[in-house]
């Protein structure tokens, strides 16, 4: 799991190094550097319990850091999300970064499809303002629980995605 949070962190950097909106990207910097720190302490932790005697609280240490690192994590892909509302520069063809922002590019058509639906929603509630749906709008998170769903996962070896693995079944 420790692991699997320094993929959040490269995919959170290469966000950050196109985005074009200075804000968003400082923040999704910050946040990367938050997992990054977490996923180490995780490591750190999972190290020392693997050589010593089982005891109860290094066990809620474990799960203590594991359950900040998904935060971390979840902090990732919505500051990841607001990057790419704000836009992302075209990173150079066939890279990582490209995967990455075409999976990202992928996520805010599905988004702004989402919106031009619900815009043509022609109910309107007693005052005159259109009612919006049940339905959710689509998040990251949701792309790569969708994503995670359909690629199989060992914890010892996560199934790459070309360069840029993204999954976490348990977000």
């Known amino acids: 799991m420790a692991s699997d949070g320094q993929v959040f962190v490269k995919f959170g950097h290469i966000v950050a190094n196109h985005c074009l909106d200075k804000r968003c990207s400082t923040e999704l910097l910050c946040a990367t550097e938050q997992t990054y720190t977490i996923s180490s302490q995780l490591d750190i932790v999972a190290r020392v319990k693997a050589v010593t005697a089982e005891s109860k609280s290094s066990s809620e240490l474990l799960v203590s850091n594991a359950q900040n690192l998904i935060q971390a994590v979840l ?22 970064e490209e995967e990455v922002a075409a999976f990202c590019m992928h996520w805010r058509k599905t988004l702004l499809w989402h919106r031009a639906k619900d815009s043509l929603n022609l109910d309107r509630d007693e005052l005159g303002l259109r009612k919006t749906r049940a339905r959710a709008e689509p ?30 079944s348990h977000l």
């Not at 902090?75 to 990582?96: F, M, N, R, T, Y």
């Not at 914890?155 to 360069?163: E, L, N, S, V, Y």
Request: net charge positive.
């Open 75 to 96: 902090h990732i892909l919505k500051a990841a999300e607001a990057a790419c509302v704000k836009g992302l520069q075209k990173p150079p063809s066939d890279s990582e």
């Open 139 to 168: 998040t990251l998170t949701a792309m790569v629980q969708e994503q995670s769903s359909r690629t199989t996962y060992s914890p010892t070896h996560p199934k790459p995605i070309k360069g840029c693995t993204i999954m976490y």
